[in-house]
């Protein structure tokens, strides 16, 4: 049977030996912001000779911070506590991103520096979220060089690249989605003033690490935490078009169909114009499985396929794909425990099975 998803592919400069990719995934076990030794088992785990990982969402500031134990990329301990973990994922042989983060309104007061209100492209708030404080305009550059900087210490980590996180309703979002970002300034209203904010972000770190290191994950069509936009695909495709001038490694875009929290549903868009726009590599993700992960990469309308809730509960993935092997169930309840083994790295490898 054809498998399209477990041939080689080579992304930019990195020579990946199949398309499954584990997506960026967070699991808020970095108590206090700083990555721990478990999670060096767990993403050793989930590596395979050539394979492609994203890691889960990192702050790139002490204001970038969201949600209890995320680890963070911007104090040289956290640097330092990253080198272990990056190192095990290339001792086995894989290629490994940092997903660069900043949670913007979805923050409250208790994550905050001195308890400061979060900020964000506006003062309105999300329900049951303290509101933001809006960013002036002369505070974004010093937002955007938090990411640079957080880039160049990924590297020093010993990351191969980033992969700055521009979805999900989180800051960067936040100023392109035209139901959030009521501005007036050259960061609000039209289409390219909204998404002036993250392609300064991407040539900031295209210029710190270069292009080849950098990708960038967006999720046009999705209203996570009151992010929705009145034109998704105009968005989407300008987004794509957009990023080419800066030829990054690799655009990963969310699905339509994934238009909020881990629910599929039934739509008529897609992300092929994106595709066809995009130069360098397309991921996408967003509910895949075995068939229609081989079906995406079989009818070129992606070149690789990010796997979240499948690859936390089968740290052996690729290899079950490539067996047709059973899956392991995941129990949703573990996603985002503190808990250093149970529902992180105790799901059972297939020669484990009985």
Request: glycine share 8%; with cysteine.
């Amino acid at each position: 049977m054809k498998n399209p998803l477990l041939t080689p592919y080579k992304m930019g400069n990195f020579q990946l030996s199949h398309r499954v990719v584990l997506a960026p995934l967070t699991r808020t076990r970095s108590y206090g912001n700083v990555p721990q030794p478990h999670a060096i088992l767990y993403y050793s785990q989930r590596t395979t000779i050539g394979s492609f990982l994203i890691s889960e969402a990192t702050g790139v500031s002490d204001t970038a911070y969201g949600y209890k134990d995320t680890p963070g990329i911007w104090r040289k301990d956290q640097i330092e506590a990253w080198k272990p973990i990056v190192s095990a994922v290339h001792d086995k042989g894989g290629i490994f991103f940092c997903q660069l983060w900043h949670t913007g309104r979805i923050s409250t007061k208790d994550f905050q520096p001195n308890g400061q209100v979060p900020i964000s492209s506006t003062d309105k708030p999300v329900k049951t979220h303290t509101p933001p404080r809006r960013l002036s305009t002369n505070e974004i550059p010093q937002i955007v060089n938090d990411f640079r900087i957080a880039a160049r210490n990924a590297i020093e980590a010993g990351f191969d690249g980033v992969e700055i996180h521009g979805a999900h309703g989180y800051l960067i979002d936040q100023f392109m989605k035209d139901q959030v970002n009521d501005r007036t300034d050259q960061y609000g209203g039209s289409l390219e003033n909204r998404c002036r904010f993250a392609l300064e972000i991407v040539e900031a770190v295209v210029n710190e690490i270069g292009a080849d290191r950098v990708g960038i994950r967006l999720s046009p069509y999705a209203n996570y935490m009151d992010s929705g936009d009145s034109n998704p695909s105009a968005l989407g495709l300008y987004m794509a078009e957009s990023l080419n001038k800066y030829s990054i490694a690799y655009c990963h875009m969310v699905e339509p169909r994934m238009k909020t929290l881990g629910e599929k549903v039934e739509c008529p868009e897609s992300l092929v114009p994106m595709r066809k726009a995009f130069r360098g590599t397309f991921i996408v993700a967003g509910g895949y499985d075995r068939e229609d992960g081989n079906k995406v990469v079989d009818e070129g309308r992606a070149d690789l396929v990010a796997y979240g809730r499948l690859f936390i509960a089968n740290p052996d993935l690729p290899k079950r794909f490539e067996l047709d092997a059973p899956l392991n169930k995941y129990n949703r309840g573990t996603f985002y425990s503190s808990d250093p083994v149970v529902g992180y790295t105790d799901y059972p490898f297939l020669e484990n099975v009985v």
